[in-house]
């Protein structure tokens, strides 16, 4: 019997890309109720200043055992949400233009995926305008970590010039046509991937990407467009102050 009362949640991925022999196959995370104690961790500045508060607060919410890094980063985003309507109600209020707006965080909808290999996390894109096949995965709450670092580097090097989607991108792609050398591939993105392709790409991967939808519709003047919904401390507390 568990000390804290939990629920049982189910990732976006629902764990196909997962290998089986990893707990996250099983497509659930058994998830503790927020206490005053996770209150504690939202509000540590430490962790705020180094921007892992929120995978801190997980962490110490998740009763599953698995290996937080391999979790990808859609199955990541269901999990804050889920941990928010456990310790503050499905009700989230915020602005945006000036405007409050209060959304049901119960009725986001999951973004689902369809894998080419079960318990494999590959998969294939052609380029549209090169026609170069590139072989490629989804990134997990490891690599962000590695792209993070690379990134913090880089900043130290030139400040004003840091290559956040390509460094990304170098994390992504593993292969390009039958190459999967590290340095041929880094070389490919730098050097030959076209800007209409990595677009390409880029839209391609929202659409297969595991997530939970985390936008809402706005509406101004005769204009409607989807806007992110703010995720950070105050998506928890956004009466703490920080």
Do not use: C
Not at 190 to 212: C, G, Q, S, V
């Amino acid at each position: 019997m568990n000390e804290f009362p939990t629920e049982i949640i189910e990732l976006p991925s629902k764990g196909i890309v997962y290998p089986e022999s990893n707990p996250l196959s099983s497509g659930k995370i058994e998830m503790k109720y927020m206490t005053a104690f996770h209150e504690d961790i939202l509000t540590n500045q430490n962790y705020i200043k180094q921007n892992i508060v929120l995978d801190k607060l997980l962490q110490s919410l998740i009763v599953s055992k698995i290996n937080y890094n391999d979790l990808l980063l859609g199955d990541k985003n269901a999990l804050l949400v889920a941990a928010r309507i456990l310790g503050y109600g499905k009700d989230y209020t915020f602005k945006y233009n000036n405007q409050e707006f209060t959304i049901d965080l119960s009725k986001l909808e999951p973004k689902l995926i369809d894998v080419p290999t079960k318990g494999k996390n590959e998969f294939k894109f052609t380029l549209p305008k090169s026609g170069v096949d590139i072989t490629f995965k989804l990134l997990t709450i490891g690599d962000e970590q590695k792209i993070n670092q690379e990134l913090e580097g880089l900043k130290k090097i030139n400040k004003n010039n840091v290559p956040e989607l390509s460094t990304r991108l170098k994390y992504m792609i593993t292969a390009v046509g039958d190459k999967t050398d590290a340095k041929e591939i880094r070389n490919f993105i730098d050097n030959h991937f076209l800007a209409m392709d990595t677009r390409a790409f880029r839209e391609y991967i929202k659409k297969i990407n595991p997530n939970i939808d985390l936008t809402f519709t706005y509406e101004e003047d005769g204009l409607v467009e989807k806007v992110d919904i703010p995720i950070g401390v105050d998506f928890f507390w956004p009466d703490a102050g920080i």
